[in-house]
């Protein structure tokens, strides 16, 4: 596939920022073993060593786990719990970054997730700094319906707290306010002093970035199509096709950048 990307002056300074689950790596039954394919490690690595170019991976996974992730990718800016801790490239977690606070009632939203998981085969709890995430993708076909209708009741009591719910694919993550991707995005362009920012995602947590970007002179928005996501209603800059997708893009902007500078 042809890319065509902005006519950069060999001077620029790009940040390049990418999703973790369903970008880089592909979506699994396990989130623990999900892992980024060896195309966009490779590719990651090459972006990093190019004078001018930032890299950045921006997830809703914790904090804790981002290095474990990232392992094989070196220097890059690791940002976690959708957008509220982050990592520089030299390791060291960014202790004076916005993290807001935990609430109280995270606690009690955590453990009404493990009583539906308990009632309904296949959900999951995963409890985050500043999150409780109900997975459902491994509910089999037939307790579904039960299930997602136990998950809605759920996420209205979480809103009913004052808590903020972000719908992902096959999994909802309740979370305290604040935060977001297309903040922390903001910050690593203020830090990096990026005159231009790129970021890819695939789920409905990404989209707000991918929009604003999309809409902005000095960025680049695009949507890593999936069969559960296809297509957002805005258009973003560019679509793509999975994380194989994803991964020849940033090959081809390697390069491409490799040969401008």
Known sequence: MAFNFPQWTPSARILVATDFDGTLAPIVSDPATAQALPQSKTALSQLVKIEGI???????RPISSMRGFCRGIEGIWMVGDHGRS???PDGREIADW??????????????????????????????????????VRNVPTDLRKAALVAVSEWKSDALSFGLEAL???????????GGGKLVALEKLQALTGSDFVIFGGDDTTDLIAIESLTSRI??????????????????PSLIVDGPVGWAEFLEE????LKESR
């Open 218 to 235: 000095d960025g680049m928005g695009v949507w890593v199509r999936s069969s559960e996501r296809s297509t957002p209603e805005q258009e």
């Open 86 to 88: 982050a990592i520089s």
């Open 98 to 135: 916005d993290r807001g606070s935990v609430p109280e009632q995270l606690d009690r939203m955590e453990q009404d997730a493990r009583e539906i998981a308990l009632c309904h085969p296949g959900a999951a709890v995963e409890r985050k700094t500043f999150g409780v995430s109900l997975h």
């Open 253 to 256: 902007l390697a390069r491409q």
């Open 54 to 60: 930032q890299v950045a991976v921006v997830s809703g």
């Open 167 to 177: 719908d992902g694919r096959e999994v909802v993550e309740v979370q305290s306010p």
